[in-house]
């Protein structure tokens, strides 16, 4: 039998249709979610060893290099993955991708004026500890302009997706980076309508954890739902 | 980082849009780039995996019917036995706007608290700009009617005809039985979206 998760907290989550951000106007979901409460097929979930991991898969700086290095502010972004009951996720699938230093990723579909950078991909991914913690080397991703509102830019961002041990905790969200100017105008961001949700996506400078004369660090922590405990064993068998 | 409130809990970590470049991190060969030795959840199915080959697909649309050519879709099932599990992932295509997954057909799975099994089904999870979070559905197999009836997550929906947004048409290609599925984001017809 595997335990319970505990209903995601909806007001930590934009809603599904937020017009500063426009394409969710097009694509957001109108009709209420159907609650299931759990199943055994959202309870389990794909699990990845260390062993699937490439010895440079959460080095960007490193990854993708050909014949030089990336052009860019070097930074170390660690952190752990926690549950709702604050206990750490071992062997969570952190996935994260980012634009270069200039702000343009390396996509096909990616027509931002500004050069690609040849020696790096903007992708990596690990696998957390026993401790639930995660950490990479890259280069501080640049803002970039993007079509919503006229005007409107992104602030520096990490995307990051995470599997936990149930396909229910399944998360893809965006890290950004204290301090940054753009923040407070960022339409995507705000599609969080709570404050305090928001500013638990900001990472916070760590010069504990820099690498001195070379490399800056930035930590953030990121929670997925927790299990529910069983407070009575009349529960019967098979859910 | 983050303190527990007085109970111990921490709220969750917000949900933010995978984006236009979701490809770049979770199936980057798309994005336009070789950088991963394996791709996560690109591997073909095991020659030697137990069960009844099938092909599901199926295209994603928007709220005016549009095609939704860059959405990010992953699939978790359960293998021929009923236990889990197998897991896929992809993108629908710049050029078609269409998503397709090679697999086995998943044996039943167990229902919460000792009741009938499901009806054998893929669970689905969809990430794509404009979403702001990602979705999960399900995808149920059209031949097989008589489980449908009695499964319990499709008799959850008050509506019968919205039951119908979770059940793949049956066909056959090659000798192959194909199993198609649009999954419409908004609008007409709206996908049964799940709260896991
Ligand atoms: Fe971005």
Redesign the pocket.
Known sequence: MRDEIIPSDHGQHPPPVTPIYKTSVFRGPRMPLLSLNGSLSELTGPRFGHGAMGALDNDLYRNFQHGGEPIGERIIVHGRVLDGNAKPVAGALVEFWQ?NASGRYRHVNDRFEAPVDPNFGGCGRTVTDDEGRYHFRTVKPGAYPYRNGIGDW?PS?I?FSVFGTAFAQRLITQMYFEGDPLIPHDSILNTIPDAAARTRLVAKLDLAAQVPQHTLAYRWDIVLRGHRSTLFENRLEGN | MFTPDSLGRLPETPSQTA?P?VHIGLIPRQAGFEIFADDVGAAPLPPGEPGERIRVEGRVLDATGALVRDALVEMWQAKADGSHGLFFRTGTSFETGLWSFDTVRPGAVPARGGAAPMAPHLCLWLAARGLNRGMHTRLYFGDREEANAADPVLRFIEQPNRRATLVAARTERDGVPVFTMDIRLAGDGETVFLDV
Do not use: E, K
């Open positions: 634009a992104r961002h995307h | 984006g470049y």
